[in-house]
């Protein structure tokens, strides 16, 4: 039985997609939503804007239609950002002594002269973050130190605020980690093969896709096998997928059903890494979006500034990131293959849409 994000949701959410099932079949409105209120005013949409057949019609009228604008943008002051805005347009964070929480302030506010000061400083430490001192492990990619967008203002609060993050330099698997790969790890290291290998031997034809039913603990164990990597943190993972600039999907905002394994196009299972080219990240990764959920080495807690309160957040579950061949719209917890999506487990579930991949600190 497939496990899914629809436990992200929280009873009230769920509660809510019901109620607005009951309300389209009576009266099938073009656009709804719901504010919901939890420390500050929030609102979510509960549309049939979602539907990956109806997210490019959604996406020109977000910001055209006001009840559309209420639940995609928010009820903002005149002249507040876009989402997904050119990274030196965007909130910039500073930690302020005494504080748990960064504050967030707007680049225009910062004074010129500290701009000014740093902006050489800045430029030398870019010439030595944006190529690698050695060649990358094989099969990896270089992703260089920097800052980049994280995260949404357009969905879920737990996605939410939208802000300036940054990363060092790592190395990260171009693709997810295979069948034969972990093949390799289990015969080396004596390990119990997986228990849905036939008699301990790969599924005929499946050497090149994901190797799923992983637990993190497994994910970890094998990283750290191979070669002295690790699992790559949420900021990481996220940097890679969706480069400096934001976005919305690996190979860019538009959504389209033919650039990676997704549930939308009737996918019954993984398929083969590396299947989908035109899907490619910003720094060329395969399968950053669908395929398998990736387990990433940082616990669910919330985004810098997030005040909205979550009975799930806690140091005992851990992120995957990416969405999956398998997906959860049908029960109301939106599409999973945005960049900044987040599902969360406690670290021993298996799953078959759960997978992982590599990376490794210079």
């Known amino acids: ?15 809510s997609t019901i109620l607005f099932s009951f309300i389209f079949a009576f009266v099938a409105p073009t656009a709804a939503y719901e504010s919901f209120s939890s420390g500050s005013s929030i609102s979510k949409c509960q549309t049939t804007c979602h539907q990956a057949e109806n997210l490019s019609k959604a ?9 559309c604008r209420d639940c995609h943008v928010g009820k903002e002051p005149a002249g507040a950002k876009s989402p997904f805005q050119p990274l030196d347009q965007f909130q910039r964070t500073y930690a302020v002594k005494g504080s748990n929480f960064p504050v967030f302030i707007s680049r225009s506010s910062v004074q010129m002269a500290d701009a000014s000061k740093k902006e050489s400083n800045k430029k030398s430490s870019a010439k030595k973050t944006t190529s690698p001192t050695s060649p990358p492990p094989p099969g990896m990619v270089y992703i260089p130190a ?5 995260g949404s203002n357009e969905r879920w609060d737990d996605e939410s605020p939208e802000y300036i993050a940054s990363t060092d330099a790592f190395y990260i698997d171009l693709y997810e980690v295979t069948n034969a790969r972990y093949k390799i790890f289990v015969d080396a290291t004596k390990r119990e093969a997986p228990y849905h290998w036939p008699e301990g031997n790969i599924p005929k034809g499946k050497e090149k896709h994901p190797f799923v039913y992983v637990s993190w603990f497994d994910a970890k164990a094998y990283c750290e096998w191979d070669g002295g990597k690790r699992l790559p943190n949420e900021q990481e993972w996220e940097k890679a997928s ?3 600039n934001g976005l919305i999907y690996p190979w860019g905002n538009e959504w389209t059903l033919d650039k990676s394994n997704n549930p939308y196009k009737h996918s019954t299972g993984t398929e083969p890494v590396g299947s989908y080219p035109n899907g490619r990240s910003p720094y060329g990764l395969y399968d950053m979006s669908g395929n398998v959920w990736e387990w990433v080495d940082s616990y669910y807690l919330p985004h810098p500034g ?8 806690g140091r005992d579950k851990r992120i995957l990131k990416g969405g999956s061949w398998f997906d959860c719209l ?15 487990f406690t670290p021993e579930v298996r799953n078959n849409s759960f997978g992982f991949r590599c990376a490794k600190t210079p």
């Open 1 to 15: 039985m497939n496990f899914c994000t629809s436990f992200k949701k929280t009873t009230a959410a769920i509660l």
């Open 59 to 67: 996406h020109l009228e977000k910001e055209k239609k006001s009840q």
């Open 146 to 150: 920097g800052e980049f967008i994280m």
């Open 242 to 244: 969706r480069g400096e």
């Open 306 to 313: 997030n005040t909205v309160p979550r009975a799930e957040y």
């Open 330 to 344: 049908s029960y109301g917890c939106g599409l999973s293959a945005p960049t900044f999506n987040r599902s969360f």
